[in-house]
């Protein structure tokens, strides 16, 4: 039985990243899945659980975009995600037809032929139009909330314009979301220790209270070209990745917020939403593991006292 | 006694939570700021009537049926508002107070910075035409959102360079602008 289970994970693994005992859940407000990132699990596919892929910045039609295209297909094979999560920046550099096809619906074929929707949100290089588009999913709206299935329920939210409307929306939405699991996505990151962009810290002041008010777990956002998984900030854990199609290689500045960074490669993430924990992968252009973990869903007395904790707050 | 409550009531309520548009209403500036409101709904009903003319924009698996779309909704609009010219919503007078309302935010060196990302470089632009479609778009803080009064669905401010744009989101189109609207 041991045998097969260690099987499993070394499928899981991709054969990239070798197999390592999960990690133990952090004490409240520490950095969770501290280990290199060789030594983390890959997501472990808990019956039940819900999977899902990140991408972030992807819309160029560059090489590297195919490149990472290719991988997130093949991860599909072994980790059988359900939707794809598109930060913003889907269109870079116009939105006419063939943007759509050359950035989007070719890169990503198999992946749609297979039924596989993403959900996106917009970036600043997005024209707002793109709501309109049928693949994206967001039923014409610039925010929108979806539940994949019970006990999760997803955000998308426009950070290029967060008007009281929007605010207004995401408050009563939060509101009667209950005691699911809540995961944000958007562009811009609230908290960053990229040199180019940094934390987004009037964005923060809005939607932060906000999270911490209704129990948010996580957050993932682009807009940086890099990949940052931030130490928890308040109970809340953090994800940036925006390097699907663009990269902005040592832009990295490495701060007190940093868990691990990678900004020397394109890349995309698996996540898989399990009963009490949030499992990811994060996976490069050529298929190498760069992070991985499996970081335990704080309860929400944990989530109360670290929303008064004292946050790391990295330099714009 | 019970006015006393009242007025104690309202002033123990932070000016954050006065909802958006009560703050304007009851300014100095509300006959102004109402006129700005009377001339967005005024661009939003001739909005209306170029949307019922043609087939709307709506959702589509089709690319090119949302450009056309997206086209045509721009090019009704624009004729039908033949010899429009800069200043047609953003009045002096009306400029005059969005100047005032946005530099405490455009002061802060976070605003500013934010506002001065990812610009788009656009050599011109100008009323009725489009919002150049290959650059990004200027992410507006909320900060200054709130600042300025809200606006109707799909009718939005954005800057290029130190212009302040009234941008129609579903025609792509420049409604108006006005000048020098930040230090």
Redesign the interface.
Known sequence: MSRLIVAFFLLMAGGSAPMAQQAAPPKPAQPAAQKPADKQPAPPKEAGSLKFAIIGDSGTGSSAQYAVAKQLIEARSRFPYEFVLMMGDNLY?????K???KKFEEPYKPILDAGIKFYAALG??D???ER????FNM??ERFYTFKPKPGVRIFALD???????Q?EWLEKELSASGSDWKVMFFH?PLYSSGET?GS????R??LEPLFLKHGVDVVFAGHEHFYERLKPQKGIYYFISGGAGKLRKGDISKTELTAKAYDTGYHFMLIELAKNSVNFETINQDGKVIDSGALPRFSDADKKKMATSTPTIGP? | MLRLAIVMLALAVPASTVP?QEKFENSPDARVLGDFKARVEKYEQLRKKADDSAPP?????D??K??D??QGLAERIGAARVGVKQGVIFTPEIATVFRRLLRPEAKEK??K??LQ??KPEVASFKVNGPYP??E????????V??ALP??P??I?YRFIRKNLILRD??A?LIIDYMTNAIP
């Open positions: 550099s116009g939105s006419g037809e943007d759509y096809r600043n290089h024209n707002s139009n309109m588009y049928k693949q039923n014409g950070s290029n314009y967060m008007d009281r409307t605010i811009h962009h987004d810290d009037k964005l002041e809005q714009r | 958006a924009l709506k959702e589509s698996k690319a090119a949302i450009k779309a997206q976070e605003t910075q934010a990302e990812d479609d290959k990004p778009v200027t992410t507006m803080t909320p900060n959102l709130q809200a606006l669905k799909d939005e989101a579903r792509n």
